[in-house]
């Protein structure tokens, strides 16, 4: 193809340098009757790094769909070549290397609160329709730009010298990625550890985001899962009523006709009135449009389908013509004025009346401000049809945008479930691109599947308007998908690889599951690389209808019970009675983690009662007596590798008191699970198994069997443990069983509608009802703490009322409080194993071997939310507290009261043959601790270094400089100033330092920082700019 040059140069004034004439001349290459880029504006020439740089521009293009790019060979059924590909093409090194960032159409809108009373937002049209590229850019110095539009006519590219901006140092810490130094956490582009605490949220109006983000940022709770596919939140993504946002009620999505170049409409079959709603102006007039078609319609008298509006001057009365009998597509159109002081229209109607028989179909409404001389506004209604594979809801989509922005001012991430797999319009739409019968497989669609182009086209949009978001955590593919599919596998890991080819900022993805956790089929199989993190959805309690919910830690299933009168450690055994001499009298653990290819030694105590046999042998050489099946499983869901029946023979027949019992067995190289099943293994009688056991022979040391003693109890009252249970499940840091971080998409305490709803205030909606009875919010604040484990999982609580009612969120920030600064995701962090002197005291926490240094939450487990609510006297605990491995010395604890989030005092401790010990005295509910190293009387040690960027650099050009500062020792440093000076033939840039707190001194040609206190192991940065003379 031939492309023609067009130089425009600009001159002002009878001289001008060559230097400055540069920066005067645009460059458009372009083929002929190519399309045009004009009306390039930029939010800023300068640009804190990773923030974002904003182009509004306009471009003539000949496409017919704007949503959709350039596209000349997709897969079949999609339309070929009727998009537009518009991208920024963006280089910090003079084009050596070009980052491709895509642009999106946008509208933008005026945003009031003239509807919040009904919990919505009033969000109208500004401006006309335009073209914006978002970029954040990653490394400091000069960038360079251009915009590339490609459609069926050619590829236009402008470019110009004065096509550049600065980025310029900030406090953003850039975009997050899994740790590479310990794969269970997240962290920033410059290495920042994020330690998070999360909600499920399905905010939907703006203006309670402002609010509900604004508590939720203050007390630093910084993780939410928004819904971008469904009426929970911004309706980015399809149309369905089980998923994305309907727009219209009174009729039903089909797929039996659609009007020429579409796929899906709008059903009904009776009288009555289909009817949306819209924003409006007061006093203004409009032009509201549908395209209707109807198939054997009858009735009698004056019948038909019309349009029909109400708060408007003509409520309520036919606006058009009707339309009966067998029609093809034809549009009814008609004129509404508004009426004063109201600013939406409540019921904008198509109307069927006086019909007995028949079918109206009808798509493409349209609700426009009439501007006069036939000229109308943008289009108000945010989904006017149901074929979303076509276009994006701006409206939907804007809600989007300050949701992401809202957050980002809140110090908040956005863990947004992007797609929907019951989705009525995806999931309708086959292989080859007709419509048929709707499955979650069409929305799982294949590499040649036309919902995987529709899709792509999505995501992409996607990655154009939110890529540059440092604040989006990751985009979970769809909300609860299929977890032993395939076709849902495949369909993740998809978008995964979608958005680490063409999303320059490679955001993560995952999946989420109903059910299960299928370790070896999904989370660690290699055929899906680019899934950043599993996801598992998993609530506690007792439901009815619900069978797949855990409510005891360890032994989810089977026939058994507490024994709290026999055990041989108090307070609780777990007892069998056999009657029926079959097998079935038996009860599995769940899996947990041990490591492939070590030897095991299982334990346990066991008492029996009456045990005798029930088949043709027993004893000592039959098959009949008590025992713990062991199966070594390759995966959580996995198989079985091995089923070891090593049992007690006839020594544990008969009855006896309390003696143990043990066997050796050796974990297969894929063996990374362990099932234990104490059965009675069809012996008639009574049995209590106690205090099960199992040492790792192999590393000599002892592997936590969940719940091995039976003395914990239900997860739903002990919402600590509800935590710790979930990490005993996916496995430990050491066992690497998943190698990626695991959060909990979902959770919550479950119970029956037991009190009727609303319970003081609370609308049932599964959680367990007496939560709100916790007044002080017990429940939340262990919920909380518990995630101090060392499993490293990250939970999203889905219930929200009792914790926004009560304000409940000071937990998190009193959390976070005491976790900030510790450095979790440095590689060295391992369960601190610290044992307590009292069964009723349990001590969680970790310990950094290298640095010596620890942190324990301490807790006096019956203090449980449930024990509140009952009012059972629970008395405060006293005991010690053992913590080993760091080295011997002098230590500072710091004591921490867990609900205030401040330290209550420090005290000095001695570690000896690498152990301390820790008094408890007094415990009520719980505390928390740091210890770390006393200052040594050698003076601290700070490391200053200077970087600049870029290295070399000519006349006129801004240079950045870095100065990095690093504590050393384990001692804190008081009084701390840093100074740098300007080297000489540069000019100091006026603002530069004092951005990073400096100050800048022009007599001795330096810039000073006063750093203060840089904490023991601490390190920060300051930066500067000066150009070149």
Not at 573 to 601: C, D, R, V
Request: aromatic share 14%.
């Amino acid at each position: 193809m031939k492309f023609t040059r067009m130089t425009w140069t600009l001159r002002r004034g009878p001289v001008i340098s060559f230097l400055a004439l540069l920066s005067l001349i645009m460059t458009v290459s372009i083929a002929a009757g190519a399309p045009s880029v004009s009306g390039v504006s930029s939010n800023s020439s300068s640009v804190g790094q990773y923030e974002k740089f904003e182009l509004t521009f306009n471009v003539g293009t000949t496409a017919s769909n704007l949503y959709w790019p350039y596209d000349t060979s997709p897969n079949q059924g999609v339309p070929a070549g009727v998009g537009v590909s518009v991208d920024g093409l963006f280089s910090h090194d003079n084009y050596a290397t070009t980052i491709v960032q895509p642009a999106f159409y946008y509208q933008d809108y005026d945003r009031n609160n003239y509807l919040v009373s009904e919990g919505r937002d009033w969000l109208y049209p500004k401006g006309s329709p335009c073209w914006k590229i978002r970029f954040a850019p990653t490394m400091l110095g000069t960038w360079h730009y251009k915009i590339r539009v490609t459609d069926s006519s050619g590829t236009t590219i402008y470019d110009s010298p004065s096509n550049t901006f600065t980025c310029v140092a900030s406090s953003n810490h850039g975009f997050l990625h899994v740790s590479p130094k310990d794969s269970r956490y997240f962290e920033t582009s410059d290495g920042t550890f994020v330690n998070f605490i999360g909600l499920d949220d399905y905010t939907t109006c703006t203006y309670d985001m402002d609010t509900r983000y604004a508590t939720y940022g203050s007390n630093r709770i910084n993780l939410i899962r928004p819904w971008w596919q469904a009426y929970q939140g911004p309706a980015v993504f399809g149309v369905t009523s089980g998923g994305g946002l309907w727009e219209w009620w009174g009729c039903s999505f089909t797929t039996d006709y659609a009007k020429p170049g579409e796929l899906f409409s709008f059903k009904m079959t009776s009288n009555g009135q289909a009817w949306t709603h819209a924003d409006v102006k007061p006093s203004t007039k409009y032009r509201y449009s549908v395209w209707v078609k109807t198939v054997g319609l009858q009735g009698s008298g004056d019948y038909g389908v019309y349009l029909q509006a109400f708060n408007c001057t003509q409520p309520d009365t036919p606006l058009t013509s009707k339309i009966n009998g067998t029609a093809d597509w034809t549009q009814l159109s008609c004129s509404i004025s508004t009426q004063a002081g109201l600013y939406e229209i409540g019921y904008l109607k198509v109307m069927v009346s006086g019909i007995t028989s028949g079918s109206v179909y009808f798509t493409d409404a349209s609700l426009r401000e009439d501007l006069g001389n036939g000229q109308y506004g943008p289009e108000l209604l945010s989904k006017p049809n149901l074929n979303v594979q076509q276009y994006v809801s701006q409206r939907e989509a804007y809600k989007a945008d300050y949701q992401v922005e809202c957050a980002k001012q809140n110090g908040m991430y956005l863990k947004v479930c992007l797609e929907e797999k019951h989705d009525d319009a995806f999931g309708s739409i086959q292989a080859d691109g007709t419509v048929g019968p709707r499955s979650d497989d069409n929305v799982y669609a294949s590499a040649t599947h036309a919902g995987r182009t529709y899709q792509q086209y999505y995501w992409r949009y996607i990655i154009a308007r939110y890529g540059y978001a440092t604040n989006i955590h990751s985009y979970e593919f769809c909300n609860e998908g299929d977890p032993y599919n395939g076709n849902h596998y495949n369909a993740a890991e998809a978008l995964a690889a979608y958005m680490n080819r063409n999303d320059p900022n490679k955001h993560m993805v995952t999946a989420s599951l109903w059910t299960d956790f299928p370790s070896k089929e999904l989370w660690t199989n290699s055929s899906y690389p680019d899934l950043a993190f599993a996801d598992w959805h998993q609530y506690v309690g007792l439901q009815t209808g619900s069978d797949n919910l855990q409510y005891i830690y360890g032994w989810p299933r089977g026939s058994y019970d507490f024994s709290t009168t026999t055990y041989h450690s108090a307070p609780n055994s777990m007892h069998m009675k056999n009657t029926s001499g079959n097998e079935g009298y038996l009860t599995s653990s769940y899996p947990f983690a041990i490591t492939p290819g070590h030897t095991y030694t299982l334990s346990c105590y066991i008492k029996g009662n009456g045990l005798t046999e029930s088949g043709s042998t027993a004893g000592s050489t039959g098959w009949i007596y008590p025992t713990i099946r062991i199966d070594v499983k390759d995966g959580w869901h996995g198989d079985n590798i091995h089923t070891y029946y090593s049992g007690t023979r006839g020594d544990f027949m008969g009855t006896y008191d309390w003696k143990q019992w043990s066997t050796s067995f050796t974990a297969e190289s894929n063996g990374h699970y362990l099932v234990l099943s104490p059965m009675t293994h069809w012996a008639i009688g009574e049995i209590w198994f106690d205090d099960i056991t199992l040492h790792d022979d192999t590393a000599n040391e002892y592997v936590e069997v969940p719940n091995g003693n039976f003395d914990s109890g239900r997860l739903d009252f002990d919402s600590a443990l509800m935590e710790h249970s979930i990490g005993t499940q996916v496995g430990s840091r050491s066992s690497q069983v998943i190698p990626k971080p695991v959060i909990r998409g979902e959770c919550g305490i479950v119970g029956d509608n037991v009190y009727g709803s609303p319970y003081k205030g609370v609308t049932y909606g599964g959680e367990n009802q007496q939560l709100v009875d916790d007044s002080s919010g017990v429940w939340y604040k262990k919920e909380i703490w518990g995630q101090i484990n060392p499993f490293g999982v990250t939970t999203l609580y889905w219930y929200t009322a009792n914790i926004n009612n009560k304000g409940l969120h000071k937990y998190a920030k009193a959390y976070q409080t005491f976790t900030a600064g510790i450095p979790l995701s440095n590689g060295n962090y391992q369960s601190a194993k610290a044992t307590t002197s009292t069964p009723t005291l349990r001590a969680w926490g970790q310990k950094d071997l290298v640095n010596n240094k620890a942190h324990l939450w301490i807790d006096n487990i019956p203090y449980n939310w449930k024990n509140v609510v009952d009012s059972v006297n629970v008395p405060a605990v006293s005991g010690t507290v053992t913590l080993t491995g760091l080295k011997d010395g002098t230590y500072n604890v710091e004591w921490w009261d867990t609900t205030a989030g401040s330290i209550i005092n420090t005290q000095s401790v001695t570690c000896s043959n690498q152990t301390i010990t820790l008094q408890v005295q007094g415990l009520q509910s719980d505390m928390a601790c740091k210890i770390y190293p006393q200052a040594s009387a050698a003076p601290a040690s700070v490391a200053v270094n200077i970087s600049a960027s870029p290295v070399s650099a000519s006349p006129g050009q801004v240079i950045t400089y870095t100065i990095t500062y690093t504590n050393n020792s384990y001692a804190l440093v008081t009084g701390v100033i840093l100074s740098a000076a300007v080297p000489a033939g540069m000019t100091y840039v006026t603002g530069s330092a004092e951005a990073t707190g400096g100050a800048w001194d022009s007599t001795s040609s330096k810039v000073n920082w006063n750093v203060g206190i840089i904490a023991a192991r601490g390190t920060g940065t300051r930066t500067f700019q000066a150009k070149v003379n």
